[in-house]
Nanobody, 128 residues
């Protein structure tokens, strides 16, 4: 069965960095579109970034553009989210998701309804 496992979350001070990883179960190919979402308590879940077929197309939410970078290591079957210049507003549970879709859909802004596979989440806490 398809399994996605996030790691790399933790607590950092504002301005710090974290690198999240989302590893797919061995011998699985969960999708050509991988996405990162986040949800803070009392707020809607929002799309953070997506990557299509290893990076030929990417998407970033305006709130993270220029600070976060999504990448993929096909050999390790893992997608990463490098998070720099972290702000307290970045505090949330971060989830990775996978889907088979078009490059246009994948890079137009992630819509959570199209993603059938989800990880369990990893907590990111940014303090002042």
């Amino acid at each position: 069965q398809v399994q996605l496992v996030e790691s790399g979350g933790g607590s950092v001070q504002a301005g710090g960095s974290l690198r999240l990883a989302c590893a797919a179960s061995e011998y699985s190919n969960p999708g050509n579109c991988m996405g990162w979402f986040r949800q803070a308590p009392g707020k809607e879940r929002e799309g953070v970034a997506t990557i299509y077929i290893g990076g030929i197309r990417t998407y970033y939410a305006d709130s993270v553009k220029g600070r976060f970078t999504i990448s993929q290591d096909n050999a390790k079957n893992t997608v990463y989210l490098q998070m720099n210049s972290l702000k307290p507003d970045d505090t949330a549970m971060y989830y990775c998701a996978a889907a088979f879709t078009s490059g246009t859909v994948c890079s137009n802004g992630p819509v959570e309804d199209i993603f059938p596979y989800w990880g369990q989440g990893t907590q990111v806490t940014v303090s002042s």
